[in-house]
């Protein structure tokens, strides 16, 4: 006599002894992969239909199924579905309940496929969802950067070498270089949701099925853009992950380095910007202090994405073809990263809007650290003298201003003129910050004209990187 627990296994034929009660709880996976049900069902009803399609089930048969599938989608999101370890995984609690619903047509849909190849499908499918998600929420973040942007085209703030203030900027050109690290995201994002989008279901175990299947009809059912062609590829592949992951690695880190920005100009020695009160927290012990929070938890969850990005490298390293269970650990480090990168992009979209920007002070700062130092070097080659000459002239002004504590616009005409006698009354004008920023006016330089017209141009592109729809 069969033990129970081997007979209820779908595979429990060839056994005779029950699995020990340690392996069920070390190999189950449906803790977590019953993320993926929804996507299970819609998966098994398109190979359902297929399988109705070729004759492989009566169309009686094939309704019966894809009933059944509906009534557990809406008995899982209603709660009431019961899971059970003893099952494994996601596919096979689903498979098991239907079979118990509807009876001997559940136990056909199994027909043609397995579940390496189901997996791999629903996985798919389910990044393929999530990807969009990504590229719907990053939008919102990028909108709010533009917005910035355009309402800071003309704030003054020093831009910095070295953590050293180098040159005046524009805060406004400032945020589009957020947004350019964003819309190469986007455009790294859209690229690996091609491959993303193709179809492993057919390839059954590893080498496909001597069933009369037609995985165009599935393909087209499920909104996949092409089929995986070749059936030990398709079992074994999860490359489309790791380019999802390594995006998102990278995108933190870009939120990264915002962040590192953002907790920068909060505090007391910058103070260039306070973010809202609904996006700080405060000290248990000192009253006076307002933390930014926010930005530094998003700083450090950068280093989860990237350590999911290695273990996913990991897992692979040692694979050999076709499917390996090694392949179950891919979930935890995916639905990892999906979450803590949509948590963070939408709370930095949030918290953009709340930011207060103080642009007296970053201009008093610009004014500091001689930042239109290199404008006069320019300014003196315009009166013909040689640049690495200008450099030193200008070099030799800067140290009297270090050591008298004025910066080069408090320097008199005369004064100037001791370290260079061609400079002229004119000077003062290339001195100033405002000249400075306008005499970058070149593409992709900082002078607000040029600025505003960028950002119109970063709208266009954003659009141009929409998200393409589902051919279903
Ligand atoms: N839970 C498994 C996974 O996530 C599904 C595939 C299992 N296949 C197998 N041959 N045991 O990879």
Redesign the pocket.
Known sequence: MKQQQVADKPWGGRFSAPTDALVEAFSA?VSY?KRLYACDIEGSIAHATMLADVGLLTGEERDAIVAGLRGILADIEAGTMRWSITL??V?MNIESELTRRIGTAGKKLHTGRS??DQ?ATDIRLYLRAETDQVLALLEELQQALLALARRETETVMPGFTHMQIAQPVTFGHHMLAWNEMLLRDRERLLDCRKRINRLPLGAAALAGTGYPIDRQRVADLLGFDAICENSLDAVSDRDFMIEFVSASALLMVHLSRFSEELVLWSSAQFDFIELGDAFCTGSSIMPQKKNPDIPELVRGKCGRVSGHLMALLMLMKGQPLA?N?D??ED?EPLFDTLDTVQDCLQVFARMLPTMQIKADNMRAAALKGFSTATDLADYLVGKGIAFRDAHEVVGRAVAEGVASGRDLAEFSLEELQRYCPEIQADVHKVLTLEGSLAARKHVGGTAPAQVAKAIKRAQQRLQALSIPSIGV
């Open positions: 996976s992969d494994e995984d596919h579940r390496n997996v499917y269970r392949n179950q979930k």
